[in-house]
T-cell receptor, first 115, second 113 residues
Framework: NAGVMQNPRHLVRRRGQEARLRCSPM?????VYWYRQLPEEGLKFMVY????????ESGMPKERFSAEFPKEGPSILRIQQVVRGDSAAYFC?????????????FGSGTRLTVV | QQQVKQSPQSLIVQKGGISIINCAYE??????FPWYQQFPGKGPALLIA?????SEKKEGRFTISFNKSAKQFSLHIMDSQPGDSATYFC????????????FGQGTRLTINP
């Protein structure tokens, strides 16, 4: 049973380019969460999705950031026109269906560097 | 009200000692309190978790103590080992609605041999 798969592991983008981060949840998990971690800081919630629905995007910057979790395929976090301040580790997590679900299972993250 | 405050920011413990990390919360709607362990370059991994209907949970050398009235919970690592050196995050999740976890700021633990 593969864990949460994130790719790429490392991504370098020039300022103004687009970054696409992919996340495949664990088998049987239908809830996906994206978090951002700046160096030496904690995990900041960005967005919570279920298949084809955004449940909570209260942590997403209003501009340039978007997320989707289509019926087929991985969840995508998309950052348009990246700036240096977007450099961070982006972690995806998944959990089983239902409010009784336990803790998340995290992926290994995508480390975005904007040059 | 959505915050979880964690202390200390960093901690150095001698091998064999007890490591203690503390967290406090304000929102009484939180009903699930996990701890995560993160090694450099890796994603956080669930270590141990507790619900507010119990005051303590132990798994091997790791124990969570929970004080509902004080709205505090702590992680105790007994007989700390160099392999425990990592960053530890406490978190909390609301009883209803969106299941997102709110994380503390993290504690960088170093166990000296």
């Amino acid at each position: 049973n593969a864990g949460v798969m994130q790719n790429p592991r490392h991504l370098v983008r020039r300022r103004g380019q687009e970054a696409r981060l992919r996340c495949s949840p664990m088998k049987g998990h239908s809830h996906v969460y994206w978090y951002r971690q700046l160096p030496e800081e904690g995990l900041k919630f960005m967005v919570y999705l279920q298949k084809e629905n955004i449940i909570d995007e209260s942590g997403m910057p209003k501009e340039r950031f978007s997320a989707e979790f289509p019926k087929e395929g991985p969840s995508i976090l998309r950052i348009q026109q990246v700036v240096r301040g977007d450099s961070a580790a982006y972690f995806c997590a998944s959990s089983p269906e239902g409010p009784q679900g336990g803790g998340y299972t995290f992926g290994s993250g995508t480390r975005l560097t904007v040059v | 009200q959505q915050q979880v405050k964690q202390s200390p920011q960093s901690l150095i413990v001698q091998k064999g000692g007890i490591s203690i990390i503390n967290c406090a919360y304000e929102n009484t709607a939180f009903d699930y309190f996990p701890w995560y362990q993160q090694f450099p370059g890796k994603g956080p991994a669930l270590l141990i978790a507790i619900r507010p209907d119990v005051s303590e949970k132990k798994e091997g050398r790791f124990t969570i103590s929970f004080n509902k009235s004080a709205k505090q919970f702590s992680l105790h690592i007994m007989d700390s080992q160099p392999g425990d050196s990592a960053t530890y995050f406490c978190a909390a999740r609301r009883r209803a609605g969106a299941q997102k976890l709110v994380f503390g700021q993290g504690t960088r633990l170093t166990i000296n041999p």
